[in-house]
């Protein structure tokens, strides 16, 4: 699995995109186990990944391309998986709404936790900036989804982020969801004050925060 | 006025121009700056704090032009990329304003295009640039800036509150914040005894909703200046072009701002120093302004002080004061607060590496990036703009040196955000006369760049 791994990162690092896929597909005609290459060689490849951009050794750029190959490779394993009908094999770790609010067209922080949150294993459905409290509520109800992200960099955008909790509560549907919050004006306190179960002060610390929500190690 | 003739064209190319998905012209953007970066040669050298050499400079204009004229601008709105030919782009630089008056009476000043290593002093704001202010001390925090004679004109604070109430940009609200800043911005200025200084406005305009309120009848005028920026990376929307046809009709000035992400798509140092350069050279097209300024921005200090930024504004700065006369500015943003000497030292790195690079103006200071709630003060952007008046004719070699030293000082805190103290706990509310303690951190910190080689007064 090591040679996998670094084989991957390789391809990566060439950004060579049909190589990368091409030893995934060569690994599961070999008969690798396909969630076994899933949780064990692509999650660990993008949690390098992941690391190399939190100390800025590769860009946004890189990890958006990072995320692309996840997802083919991704795309790879799901299909063997259900060739041989093999259950209990779900490769996303989560779903989640991730949104600029209302007000704010800021969207480069949050396509840096958007991606990073692909990148790490969940199924991200990103709905842009300038978004209605209401936008994401109903799309996190469409898409049956584990987390509703909004990210802020200004003060005055930063009440829809209450308001949509506020929402949540008056419709009687807070349960349904983990609210986590971040960009630059927010902070711990105030995503204590508003009463969301998380807050990320930068991209990987989104990730961990999800991951945690979702009980995931 | 002479650029604003552009203004339908502008809007016909919002309209008409080819369209693109928004991930394509991230990623247009991406692979041009990388293409760009090594057919021009450009390369962030750590052992450097500013760039020094005129070649690299003009190598990064060169490369900047290209990058405008070969991705254009992005309108979210419409979807499409609004492109301009380089015959263009080089008639707008040509007929930009390389001079410009603003304020009125006595406060009038004139901002002055400058070169590198240029003996001119720059002109000097001051005000905590969309810090969160409580309502009820935002007049005396912004009389802590007016008061002090170095500050040619000022710029606001955010509201923490609109009358009590939690403010909402987008909403009636965003109507109600405009206005508070007229009132509280115009009470403070005569109560410092400059009616007639220029106001970087509307700052609580999120949207176009507060700009069009706050600049009518009664409120913000033509000696004052109004932000329109790009959002990242090089994109314009309805809300903004809104806010720049309004202008032009009430022949106001316009100041511009784009603040790439180090990290994003620009990538490193060198691709933020391009888009920088780029965006700067199209919103002079597109935002028709007269002033533009860049606030590249850490992804996770939040700050523009990180020394990978530093280089990056040098490299930005000189590329376009020694290519064009267009009036630049520079706003310091640093990670530390009131009452800290890392913030000084942020100061005086950022006010000289400026000043150095041929800036026209020194913007500052956003204290603890930003966002804390009253976590500014005159004191801090009095020093930035002292340091400006004394680097001015330095040479970059000089510059470069004691900027390393500037940066010992605060650079191992970064991570850290040493926040420091609100106004109440640095200044006196009667007297709004920095506290003695806050006084002899600044005495302190202006006799040890002085040791190092910085001629302050």
């Known amino acids: 699995m090591e040679k996998l791994i670094n084989d991957l990162l390789n391809c990566l690092d ?17 008969g690798a186990d396909p969630v076994d290459l899933f949780q064990n060689a692509l999650v660990p490849v993008m949690t390098t990944v992941g690391d190399r951009f939190s100390r800025l050794e590769i860009y946004l750029p890189d990890l958006i391309f990072a995320a692309d190959v996840a997802k ?24 989640v709404v991730i949104g600029s609010v209302f007000g704010d067209v800021h969207d480069i922080g949050k396509n840096m936790v958007s991606t990073l949150l692909e990148v790490n294993g969940f199924q991200v459905i990103d709905i842009g900036v300038n978004v209605p409290v209401q936008n994401f509520i109903s799309t996190a109800e469409k898409e049956n989804a584990d987390i509703i992200a909004m990210s802020s960099l200004l003060t005055t955008s930063m009440p829809y982020m209450a308001e949509l909790i506020k929402t949540l509560d008056g419709l009687g549907k807070r349960d349904k969801f983990k609210i986590v919050v971040g960009g630059g004006p927010v902070s711990a306190e105030w995503a204590d004050s508003i009463g969301a179960d998380g807050y990320g002060h930068d991209a990987q610390d989104a990730v961990d925060v999800c991951k945690k929500l979702l009980a995931i190690q | 006025m002479k650029s604003h003739v ?55 204009f060169q490369a900047g032009l290209e990058l405008a004229e070969r991705v254009g601008v992005y309108c979210v709105s419409t979807q499409r990329r609004m492109i301009f030919s380089r015959e263009e782009i080089l008639e707008a630089l040509r007929w930009a304003p390389a001079e410009l008056e603003i304020g009125r009476g006595l406060d009038r000043v004139v901002v002055r295009s400058r070169r590198p290593e240029d003996p001119l002093v720059p002109i000097n704001v001051g005000g905590p640039f969309g810090t969160p202010l409580s309502e009820e001390l935002y007049s005396q925090i912004m009389e802590s800036y007016i008061q002090e004679p170095v500050f040619d004109s000022v710029v606001g604070g955010n509201f923490h509150t609109i009358h009590g109430r939690e403010p909402k940009t987008h909403s009636p609200w965003e109507v109600l914040l405009a206005w508070r800043e007229v009132e509280l911005t115009k009470a403070a200025a005569h109560r410092a005894g400059r009616p007639g200084i220029s106001v970087g406005v509307v700052e609580n305009a999120v949207t176009e909703i507060g700009e069009l309120s706050g600049t009518s009848f009664g409120g913000f005028g033509p000696t004052d200046w109004h932000h329109v920026c790009f959002t990242s990376e090089l994109k314009t929307n309805y809300s903004l072009l809104i806010k720049v046809a309004h202008l032009v009709k009430t022949e106001c000035i316009i100041h511009d701002f784009c603040n790439p992400i180090l990290g994003g798509h620009a990538g490193g140092p060198e691709g933020i120093a391009l888009v920088a350069i780029a965006g700067v050279i199209l919103m002079a097209v597109v935002n028709m302004s007269t002033t533009h300024s860049i606030c590249p921005t850490h992804p996770f200090y939040n700050c523009d002080t990180a020394p990978e930024i530093i280089w990056a504004i040098s490299a930005a700065q000189q590329a376009l004061n020694r290519n064009t006369h267009l009036l630049t500015t520079v706003m310091t ?29 020194i913007d500052g200071v956003r204290s603890a990036v930003g966002v804390v709630v009253d976590h500014v003060s005159g004191l801090e952007a009095r020093f930035n703009a002292e340091v400006a008046h004394a680097a001015a004719g330095l040479s970059r070699e000089q510059a470069n040196e004691m900027i390393k030293e500037f ?30 303690e806050w006084q002899k951190i600044y005495d302190k910190v202006k006799e040890d760049v002085i040791r190092l080689g910085l001629p302050m007064k």
């Not at chain 1, 060439?14 to 070999?30: F, W």
């Not at chain 1, 083919?72 to 799901?78: F, H, L, P, S, T």
């Open chain 2, 407 to 436: 940066q010992k000082h605060y650079v191992p805190l970064l991570d850290k955000k040493p926040v420091g103290k609100s106004f109440v706990e640095v200044y006196d509310l009667k007297t709004l006369k920095p506290l003695p």
């Open chain 1, 14 to 30: 060439e950004g060579d995109m049909d190589k990368a896929v091409g030893i995934a597909k060569e690994a599961l005609a070999n």
């Open chain 2, 6 to 60: 552009r203004l339908l064209d502008i809007l016909d190319k919002a309209e008409n121009g080819p369209i693109m998905a928004e991930k394509d012209f991230d990623k247009l953007i991406s692979t041009t700056v990388r293409e760009l970066i090594k057919k021009y040669e450009l390369k962030y050298d750590r052992k450097d704090a500013i760039v020094t050499d005129d070649q690299v400079a003009d190598a990064f």
């Open chain 2, 333 to 361: 943003s640093p990670v530390s607060g009131p009452g800290t000497e890392s913030l000084l030292y942020e100061c005086a790195t950022m006010a000289t590496t400026a000043t150095v690079s041929g800036t026209a103006r």
């Open chain 1, 72 to 95: 083919a490779i991704k795309d790879e394993v799901q299909e063997v998986i259900l060739k041989t009908q093999k259950s209990g094999a779900d490769t996303y770790l989560g779903k």
